[in-house]
């Protein structure tokens, strides 16, 4: 069974809304809506759970009855940071899922993730027992030394970004974090499980990404996002127009 964690605990103050962004609308529609949406499609995910902000669940229920996002099983509250977060969805999942099953975590505001990517999160965590969506640096990188100085170059080729998915047999992401509050690291590592497993000395395994694949962070990013969802009902018109041609 592959599960859905997508979390919506999240305040997002850098985009400088009156609301969290996950729940901003772009064209009529909560930027979550989308997120959800892209787990909906896909037919190896049988259900979705969304670990919410305690504020917006009301919201939350309303908005999945209105866009019949029927794979939608289980909601529970969010925590005050990630791995809070992360913690709640995992526990509320203890009796629902088997220590074998998939949990696909993903961020409530990153609407841009394909099928493709998923996919390959999905068939790469069946070999290893967890994937993470990677992209590479393409950009040069350097040092952030301070007071607006870099005095370091960094080599790109030995970075990657990592973003959403990450996808974890649940019996190991149950272990991840067993261990890691066994090693007082639950206080000390933010803001994602991959900074565990870092610290906790284990391997992460890269499945799919790409440039497209960001998460929602500043205003600039929610314009980003408005051009991708035109440019994605254009692709689908022209494809029906393709359709209707032949």
């Known amino acids: 069974m592959v599960t859905a964690m997508i979390l919506a605990g999240g305040v997002g103050s850098r985009v400088g809304a009156e609301c969290p962004k996950q729940f901003i609308e772009v064209f009529g529609k909560p930027i979550l809506a989308y997120t959800i949406e892209i787990y ?4 190896q995910v049988e259900a979705i759970e969304i670990v919410c902000h305690e504020d917006w669940i009301d919201y939350l229920k309303k908005m999945i009855k209105k866009y019949d996002l029927s794979k939608v099983r289980w909601i529970t509250q969010g925590g005050k940071t990630f791995q809070e977060s992360v913690i709640n969805g995992m ?6 899922l088997n220590m074998d099953d998939i949990v696909m975590i993903h961020y409530g505001a990153a609407p841009f993730s394909s099928q493709h990517i998923i996919q390959d999160g999905i068939e790469k965590c069946r070999k290893y027992g967890m994937s993470v969506s990677c992209t590479p640096c393409f950009q040069l990188m350097g040092s952030n030394d ?12 030995k970075q990657v970004q990592i973003c959403c998915p990450q996808s974890f047999r649940y019996g190991y992401l149950v272990d991840i974090y067993e261990r890691a509050e066994n090693n007082g690291l639950l206080t ?17 395994y890269q499945s799919y ?16 996002f408005e051009g991708y969802v035109l440019l994605k009902k254009r692709e689908k018109t022209e494809s029906l127009g393709n359709i209707k041609l032949k």
């Open 40 to 43: 909906q499609k896909n037919s």
């Open 91 to 96: 526990k509320y999942l203890k009796d629902k």
């Open 146 to 157: 301070g007071n607006g100085k870099s005095k370091q170059w960094i080599d790109r080729d």
């Open 188 to 204: 000390k590592i933010e803001p994602h499980t991959t900074s565990l497993m870092y610290a906790l000395g284990d391997t992460v």
């Open 209 to 224: 990404g790409n440039q497209t694949n960001i998460k929602i962070t500043t205003k600039e990013d929610i314009k980003l």
